[in-house]
């Protein structure tokens, strides 16, 4: 464990951020950062991290002398494992210790669960997500558990259930057995995709769960090929379902594919060959094109190392970023009860509030207008976003193929479109 933590804490060291500008503030406001940087999920982590950076850099620049709140901003990444006891104990550090008033993550909902539950909640410190999709969280807001401090920039999973079983209908897959991560993202998204699935005329074979992490998949894989189904849809992480995948593919399964958001990740294509993919489909959580996408898309591939502007959770994690820093701004102080409202007010539709986009125009328009004490509303990568009271947001959702190893856009279902599907499903 201790050369696991010294790992994070050296990542961590590497993304203490230094403004661009030549007069920079003396003084450092960091939050904290739990994301997967290894396991099931890391590669999203590893994303999101250079998303961030990228969003606080920005932010430092257009601050200049003046600072973020009279700072310039930094975080402190730590890596969660993919394990939800590992992301409790990085989280608990951060908090305790290093007195941070909020934190970016995690990734999966595993992790980002547990993590509002046992730290974030009781301690009055903000969390937003840039990934973490089930309805449990949805539910614990309900409940009063997340207390108001939880957000994400990412849909909830009770529409993309929906979507993604509308989406396998319109192409053919009448028929089909599921493989699921066992955790909580995949019982839920399980749950609402089922209920609409075979609400619509769907035909489930059978449904199988799988733990993360396991050497092989053998046994998974020969039970969900017992009822003959002719496609697949796969719940997990691009990790295990290289192997999974795989695995189903030497043991002669049909190659026609169903696939959740965060699949659609180049890794995970590579890993098991664009050539047994080419009848494979997914949906993921979509976008409204804006001037932030378009500066997004240039400024993200050159700094990333690697990752480009569609890789899962990087666009999401740069607004979590830049939401965070400008909610910095707003509160004019490093507090996480003023940060929490901040979030609110440069996000939600105030009446004549001045739509801000990301880059280094638009962050040095924003940050004068809170500096003058005027209503601003950061329009980013993702679009406008306004969070409801749970810290829910809602929009679009994106539906893919895979064509020679590319993701393909080919449409998109609009949050209504996937809500008056839900209105003709039966009652709960």
């Known amino acids: 464990m201790k050369k696991l933590i010294l790992a994070a804490t050296t990542v961590a060291a590497a993304l203490t951020l230094q403004p661009a500008h030549a007069q920079a503030p003396s003084c450092t406001h960091t939050v904290g950062m739990v994301v997967s940087l290894t396991g099931p999920a890391g590669r999203f982590g590893q994303a999101a991290a250079k998303s961030v950076e990228l969003a606080f850099n920005e932010l430092n620049s257009a601050a200049g002398a003046g600072g973020i709140a009279g700072c310039k901003l930094a975080f402190d990444l730590r890596d969660a494992q993919s394990q939800g006891a590992v992301a409790v104990d990085q989280a608990r550090q951060l908090v305790d210790l290093k007195k941070v008033p909020a934190i970016i993550g995690g990734i999966i909902s595993s992790v980002s669960i547990p993590i509002v539950t046992s730290v974030t909640a009781p301690a009055g410190v903000v969390q937003i997500s840039p990934a973490s999709t089930s309805p449990t969280l949805t539910r614990l807001g309900n409940e009063g558990t997340t207390k108001g401090w939880f957000f994400r920039t990412i849909t909830s999973d009770a529409l993309q259930g929906t979507a993604a079983a509308k989406y396998a209908l319109d192409q053919g897959m009448k028929t089909l057995t599921i493989i699921h991560v066992n955790n909580d993202f995949g019982v839920n998204m399980l749950a609402e995709f089922r209920r609409a699935y075979e609400a619509l005329g769907g035909k489930i074979t059978g449904v199988t769960p799988y733990n993360p992490n396991q050497p092989s998949y053998a046994a998974e894989v020969t039970n969900a090929l017992k009822g003959d189904a002719p496609a697949l849809y796969f719940i997990g992480y691009p990790g295990d379902g290289t192997n999974i995948i795989r695995t189903w593919i030497q043991q002669g399964g049909p190659r026609k594919f169903l696939f959740n958001d965060?699949?659609?990740?180049?890794?995970?294509?590579?890993?098991?060959?664009?050539?047994?993919?080419?009848?494979?489909?997914?949906?993921?959580?979509?976008t409204n094109k804006t001037p932030s996408t378009e500066f997004f898309?240039?400024?993200?591939?050159?700094?990333?190392?690697?990752?480009?502007a569609g890789a899962p959770a990087a666009d999401r994690a740069f607004d979590a970023g830049a939401i965070l820093g400008l909610a910095i701004a707003h509160a004019g102080k490093f507090e996480a009860a003023a940060i929490r409202d901040g979030i609110r007010a440069v996000t939600g539709p105030t009446p004549n509030a001045e739509v801000v986009h990301a880059g280094p125009e638009g962050f040095k328009r924003a940050?004068?207008?809170i500096r003058e004490k005027k209503p601003v509303r950061y329009v980013g990568v993702i679009g406008a976003v306004a969070f409801d009271k749970n810290g829910d947001i809602v929009g679009p959702f994106r539906t893919w193929k895979l064509v020679n190893g590319e993701v393909t856009t080919v449409g998109q279902m609009s949050t209504e479109d996937v809500q008056a599907v839900q209105a003709k499903l039966p009652a709960r």
């Open 297 to 308: 898309a240039k400024a993200y591939p050159a700094m990333s190392g690697g990752f480009d």
């Open 262 to 286: 965060g699949m659609n990740a180049a890794d995970f294509i590579k890993g098991v060959g664009p050539q047994f993919l080419n009848d494979a489909f997914g949906t993921s959580s979509g």
């Open 367 to 369: 940050l004068q207008l």
